[in-house]
């Protein structure tokens, strides 16, 4: 079993409740089995054979978010979110999956996207295709700015024609493969890497440019997980990290006063897991007129949104929405007119919630607007 690699962590976890003050489910359902030493016990009675997984035991396992918030407040360090992975890699291994969590995996390796919406790329996405089958820079959208908002292709591609940026598109762009690999499918989340590395690779692109920080996380640690590494070939960056980049060499320049009180959500993988939490503030207090107000919990100990490539979302959907709903009450508490994020699929998850409360958007819309 994949989770034996990790009885350090099960041993650890299953006698110590230190970080359940900070789970991101477990708050939210108070249920133990939600928290990290639930899932530490439940696994431990599972290696140990005393328990088998099964509808009751695998459901808590497929509710974690994976966010880190329990990893970051961990003393010792130990890699719950990795324990997780392992115990769904089990789950597949053994064919005990339900069918919501095959109905994903079908989604995307028969439709091409995480939705299982039609494989053609909308016309809205066509619209803000740059004229180049090869280039220097390969912007990837990912699913949820592809088949849900286009906008958000439409605001990064306007500043990539404003710097006077040469990029392309993947034709038809398929799912970056994450929630195969949130999922615990390792070998269908290998080849479908495999075969899409190919495909950026034939761009001659030297640089991957996403706004979504799921797509990020894959091409940066999953992929290289699996031996399918961008390091040595292209370099990866959020759309943060090429806006900032951008703005330096003097290629875009911000102008337009926006006169807004805006708070900033921290995403889950940018913050805990490549440490770029700094950087999106500084692109916001860059905008003239904004006047940038946190959240009582920010930065690493912010709270988590739960929608690691859009899994818990489809899998949970209650859950989703009241996580979602749990950070809307936060950010209309800082009397922001804005909440900003940096991440499409919790854009989409907190504008659901938001009502007429806050607006949501995302911080490549703040930017298109001081552009102009």
Known sequence: MYIKEYTDVINACKTCFMCRHVCTVGTET????????????????????TMQLDEETIAPLYRCTTCGACKNNCVGNYDMPSLIQAARADIIEQEKASAEVVGIKDNILDKG?????????????????????KAEVL???????????????????????????????????????KPLYLLGYRKAAKDWANKLFQQIKATGCKKIVTNCPSCYDAFKRNYEAMSVSFATEIEVL???????????KGK??????????????????LTRFHGLHELPRQLLSAIPGIEPVEMR??????ASCGE???????????????????IIDGAVATGADRLVTVCPITKGALSAQATERIDVCDIIELMVETLM
């Open 297 to 302: 919990w920010n930065r690493e100990e912010a």
């Open 252 to 269: 875009i320049k911000l102008q337009k006063q926006l006169k807004k009180t805006v708070t900033y959500h921290d995403d889950d993988y």
């Open 113 to 133: 996207n995480i939705l299982g919406l039609k494989k053609d790329i909308p016309v809205e996405m066509q619209a803000g295709k740059a004229p180049l089958d």
């Open 30 to 49: 108070q249920h133990e089995a939600d928290t990290p030493r639930g899932k530490a016990i439940l696994l431990h009675s599972i290696l140990n054979k």
């Open 238 to 248: 959020h759309a943060v990290e090429y806006i900032s980049d951008l703005i330096a």
């Open 308 to 326: 690691a490539g859009g899994v818990l979302q489809q899998l949970y959907p209650q859950i989703s929405r009241s996580l979602a709903a749990r």
């Open 139 to 177: 912007y990837f959208a990912g699913c949820h700015t592809t088949y849900l908002q286009s906008e958000l292709a439409e605001a990064m591609t306007k500043i990539m024609k404003q710097a006077e940026e040469s990029f392309t598109i993947l034709p038809g762009e398929v799912c970056c493969g």
